[in-house]
């Protein structure tokens, strides 16, 4: 979806929402929040965010949202606690053989947009979510969002346009492996899953 099919969009989802079954769908929730997000209401994109993990406590989407929100925010103690989140599914899950993927939103188009003049700010570098992230998992890591910058088109064999020339210039996603601001097209998935596998290599689980 583009922006504005975002908010085109937000009455139709907050109208689903609000019958028993839209409250257990997790994901018109997340769309619910995306929507929100995309018309910067923040408070509203917060509580689906909220509301998503009494459904799902352990939504990736929704924690990995809910933890940027809050690193955005300079939440440390809400930070710490969404870390522990995260570790206890990996203790829970009973295996060492886990991968923390970060995410993927330009920074002038994530949810705390309005703290970024140019994406070059951040370009591949680690923001605070990121960094946090690091710090708490180490090598199961991967910044993603990086990774399409730095590796993207050369994995899946494409050519760079004058429009991702000007996107890798600019810190941001080469626009071949975008469907929208926030998601890949099947470019952007198969770079994605090769660096899972990489990832998956390098820490010797297959």
């Known amino acids: 979806l583009k922006k504005q099919d975002y908010?085109?969009?937000?009455?139709?989802?907050?109208?689903?929402?609000?019958?028993?079954?839209?409250?257990?769908?997790?994901?018109?929730?997340y769309?619910?929040?995306?929507?929100?997000?995309?018309?910067?209401?923040e408070q509203q994109a917060l509580d689906m965010l909220l509301a998503i993990l009494q459904v799902d406590k352990n939504n990736e989407?929704?924690?990995?949202?809910?933890?940027?929100?809050?690193?955005?925010?300079?939440?440390?103690?809400?930070?710490?606690k969404l870390i522990a989140q995260y570790q206890a599914m990996i203790e829970k899950s009973g295996t060492q053989c886990y991968i923390i993927i970060g995410d993927t939103d330009n920074p002038t188009e994530a949810y705390d947009s309005e703290q970024y003049e140019s994406d070059i700010e951040v370009g591949t570098k680690d923001n605070v979510w990121e960094t946090a992230l690091r710090e708490a998992f180490g090598e199961h890591f991967i910044n993603m969002r990086a990774f399409m910058i730095e590796h993207g088109l050369e994995t899946v064999g494409l050519e760079p346009t004058e429009q991702d020339l000007d996107d890798l210039a600019n810190g941001r996603v080469p626009e071949q492996l975008k469907d929208d601001y926030t998601h890949f097209n099947s470019y952007g998935y198969y770079a994605m899953g090769a660096a899972v596998y990489q990832k998956g290599v390098e820490l010797g689980y297959w």
């Open 61 to 80: 989407n929704a924690l990995s949202a809910l933890a940027q929100f809050y690193a955005d925010k300079e939440d440390g103690d809400a930070l710490n």
């Open 7 to 29: 908010h085109n969009a937000k009455q139709y989802f907050a109208k689903a929402y609000q019958t028993g079954e839209g409250k257990k769908n997790v994901d018109m929730m």
């Open 31 to 41: 769309a619910l929040y995306q929507c929100y997000q995309q018309d910067k209401e």
